[in-house]
C-alpha cells in the first residue's frame, strides 16, 4: 500500500490557485480552494496540458489549452459529466505544516 508522500509546505499553494508535483513517478495538480487541499492527475486527458497551470473557479480547473474542465476533487469532466472521461484524484493530507498527497496503489 502507498505512503503519502510530502508535495510542499502550507502556503507554497496561493488560495485558488494550484500547483503539480512528482509523486511516485506522475504528475499531481494540487490545489487550495476554500481552505481545503485537492489533488488530482495534472495531465489534461484531451492533449496532456498541465491542469495546474488551469483557471481555477467554481471547484473546476479549465485547462489552458483547450478549456476543458475538470472537477478538482471529483476529477469528474465538467463539459459533459455524463462522459466516461476523468482524471484520477488522490487523497491529500496536512500534517503540522506539510502538504502530503497519497500515491496511486500501481506506483
Avoid at 502556503?11 to 494540487?30: F, K, L, Q, S, T
Avoid at 488551469?54 to 478538482?72: K, S
Amino acid at each position: 500500500m502507498a505512503e503519502f508522500q510530502t508535495v510542499a509546505k502550507v502556503g507554497d499553494i496561493p488560495p485558488g490557485e494550484g500547483r503539480a508535483y512528482e509523486v511516485a513517478g506522475r504528475m499531481i495538480a494540487v490545489f487550495f480552494v476554500d481552505d481545503k487541499y485537492t489533488a488530482i492527475y495534472d495531465s489534461c486527458p484531451h492533449m496532456g496540458a498541465s491542469l495546474a497551470n488551469g483557471y481555477v473557479e467554481n471547484g473546476g480547473v479549465t485547462c489552458p489549452w483547450h478549456a476543458w474542465r475538470f472537477c478538482i476533487t471529483k476529477g469528474t469532466w465538467l463539459d459533459n459529466p455524463q462522459s466516461t472521461v476523468r482524471v484520477d484524484t488522490f487523497e491529500v493530507r496536512v500534517v503540522g505544516d506539510e502538504i502530503q498527497v497519497k500515491p496511486p496503489d500501481d506506483a
